[in-house]
């Protein structure tokens, strides 16, 4: 027998109403959309985040002085010269940037990446627990309603 506890009380899916279990379905569904929705955001953010480090590496390996071309948008790129590969600008967020050397540079980008792919499996956790739930409720919803429809 299937059960759903929500606010720390247990409740039998079966002996739901049928309003009571599309309430629960619709609440699941709209849970399970969000945290996909969260779990795109942090796959865009750690690919970002794998560029920007791909990019130091890259950086590193450019003797002082080599012409290159910097991104200033995704798609605008301007002539330039590399001046000093071990001091690097890190966007910590809200439009802040810190100076780092190339080394934590590169420690910042792999600890953020660590970071977003942990809270992508405990993300991915509950959302699989939430979708198996909306299924759930989903199926037993069409059972209740297949069950009232020769009723009527």
């Known amino acids: 027998m299937a059960s759903y506890s929500p606010g720390g009380r247990t409740l039998e899916i079966e002996k739901m109403s049928v309003e009571q279990l599309k ?12 945290l996909q929705d ?9 690919t970002r985040l794998e560029i920007a480090s791909n990019a130091l590496q890259d950086l590193s390996l450019r003797p002082q002085g080599k012409k290159m071309l910097v991104p200033l948008t995704a798609s605008l790129y301007v002539p330039g010269t590399l001046d000093d590969a071990e001091k690097v600008l890190v966007d910590v967020g809200t439009g802040y940037f810190v100076e780092k ?8 980008c792999e600890r953020k990446i660590s970071l977003l ?10 959302a699989t627990k939430k979708k198996s739930i909306a299924d759930e409720t989903g199926v037993i919803l069409q059972a209740k309603l297949r069950q009232l429809a020769p009723a009527q």
């Open 23 to 34: 309430a629960l379905k619709e609440q699941a569904d709209l849970e399970v959309n969000l």
């Open 38 to 46: 969260s779990l795109n955001n942090i796959r865009t953010a750690t």
């Open 101 to 108: 050397t190339m080394i934590e540079g590169k420690d910042y």
């Open 117 to 126: 792919k942990s809270n992508y499996e405990q993300l991915l956790d509950v």
